[in-house]
């Protein structure tokens, strides 16, 4: 079974959020667009261990850039043991139109609709010109749905209270041969600023959020060790955190890391 990495996206009522598992649904949903005056993605730096899990066996990192609120670049970075360093430039049109696509590189295309309190995007990915993976999300406050059409899979966040409820599907258009992961994350009683995320029962890991000079970040420990951070930036310098409101898989095929803090796929 793969195991689940979290995806990086933003909501649009972030700066409503005030509690350590809010603060972590917005970071994992609704990235697609940065309303205006709410904190935004700016960046994600990400470890992963080695199979003894006391030690780092590579390091990634995403740099995200906007234009008119909308997503228009992705820098991804990485250094390792298995690859040489590289850095890769993903570029994204706001259309339904391949003619505004280069056809060089990575490019990606999105569009959006909205009925009701209920948004609809559609994401397609390109190498080259050529399709390389196509994703359709479904958003409401609490809700968030992602299917992959490419690559087979589903899954969905539900924010209730001070919990979140993660439901990871893989081979969703198979029933007989799907394979699903459950994962909660839960707040801290004692401390709003931290939460806990559990799989099948068992503690994986710890989300502490962090203030700084441009807003905050949410650092994630695995053994103590930080395997992730989220950086955002607040355009209104007001980056408190009271009582403020997880996602994929990891393919051998993995190639980089992409915007939902996925490894990315190549065929």
Not at 82 to 95: A, F, L, M, P, R
Not at 166 to 191: K, M, W
Request: glycine share 4%.
């Amino acid at each position: 079974m793969k195991k689940i990495l979290f995806c990086l996206m933003l909501l649009a009522g972030f700066a409503a959020a005030n509690t350590c598992t809010q603060a972590w649904f917005n970071a994992q949903t609704h990235f697609l667009s940065t309303p205006q005056n709410t904190p935004y993605l700016d960046s994600v730096y990400s470890a992963y261990l080695n199979r003894s899990l006391d030690s780092i066996r590579e390091e990634r990192y995403v740099k995200l850039s906007y234009n008119n609120g909308y997503l228009e670049k992705i820098i991804n970075g990485y250094v390792g043991d298995i690859e040489n360093i590289y850095t890769d430039v993903d570029y994204i049109h706001v259309s339904k139109d391949e003619s505004v696509l280069s056809k060089k590189g990575l490019e990606g295309l999105i569009s959006d609709s909205t009925v009701g309190d209920t948004t609809f995007w559609v994401r397609k990915h390109y190498i080259n010109g050529k399709l390389d993976q196509a994703m359709f999300y479904k958003e409401t406050e609490f809700f968030s749905s992602c299917m992959d059409s490419t690559f087979d899979y589903y899954y969905e966040y539900l924010s209730r209270n001070d919990s979140l409820i993660y439901i990871y599907i893989d081979n969703y258009s198979s029933e007989a041969d799907r394979e699903i992961e459950y994962a909660y994350i839960i707040e801290d009683p004692a401390d709003d600023l931290k939460c806990y995320e559990y799989s099948n029962d068992s503690l994986d890991h710890v989300m502490v959020y962090n203030k700084n000079e441009k807003g905050f970040s949410v650092k994630v420990f695995k053994n103590d060790i930080v395997v992730q951070e989220l950086f955002f930036v607040d355009p209104n310098s007001t980056t408190a955190i009271r009582k403020q409101r997880p996602a994929a898989k990891i393919s051998p095929k993995a190639r980089y890391f992409d915007l939902l803090g996925r490894y990315k796929f190549t065929k």
